[in-house]
């Protein structure tokens, strides 16, 4: 919907593609975790390698894949390459580091963002306007917050932090952020 929106009807067949990336985007960003302890041990050289083989990987599926496939060899190139990389990231945290991630919290988290994509995508499938996709927006993050409470996704480290935070905001948007804060970290 937003692709033809707003490029033109002849974006129309990338709806499928761009939908598939953006929920796998769920894992990608999962590699925040470990890039983030990669740099703090301050080990950034690990990710311009693996930058570097994920750039190779790309082309060689530029090569190999997308011409067979087109589109969607592109899209499964890219979700490939994405995982291979996080993974990468994930085993090297917990050799290096000694550190267990806690991929507890993650598959939960990720078991949320997987069904705000699926609910948003079926609102958008069901309304493929402007306002659907705002309404699948609305209904997707209700969903995800919903879970991640549901299934006690957050550690209640971090949900403290979260409820500090939003005792620490100015007293100017404090009446909007407290309630928001308060609804969705209890």
Wanted: charged letters at 10%; glycine letters at 8%.
């Amino acid at each position: 919907v937003m692709l033809p929106a707003l490029f033109g009807a002849e974006f129309q067949t990338t709806d499928n593609a761009a939908t598939v990336l953006v929920a796998a985007q769920a894992f990608g960003a999962m590699s925040v975790v470990s890039s983030t302890m990669i740099f703090a041990i301050e080990r950034g050289e690990f990710l311009a390698k693996t930058g570097i083989i994920g750039v190779i990987l790309i082309l060689v599926s530029g090569v190999t894949i997308i011409p067979l496939f087109g589109i969607q060899g592109a899209v499964a190139g890219r979700i490939i390459v994405q995982v291979l990389l996080t993974v990468f990231g994930f085993l090297y945290v917990a050799k290096s580091l000694n550190c267990a991630l806690p991929f507890s919290c993650l598959s939960r988290l990720a078991t949320a963002a997987g069904a705000c994509a699926a609910a948003a995508r079926l609102i958008v499938l069901q309304w493929p306007t402007l306002s659907g996709a705002a309404g699948a927006v609305a209904v997707g993050a209700a969903i995800y917050f919903c879970l991640v409470r549901a299934l006690k996704a957050l550690p209640s480290n971090d949900l403290q932090r979260i409820r500090d935070w939003g005792d620490s905001v100015p007293a100017r948007l404090a009446p909007a952020v407290r309630p928001v804060v308060k609804l969705l970290f209890g």
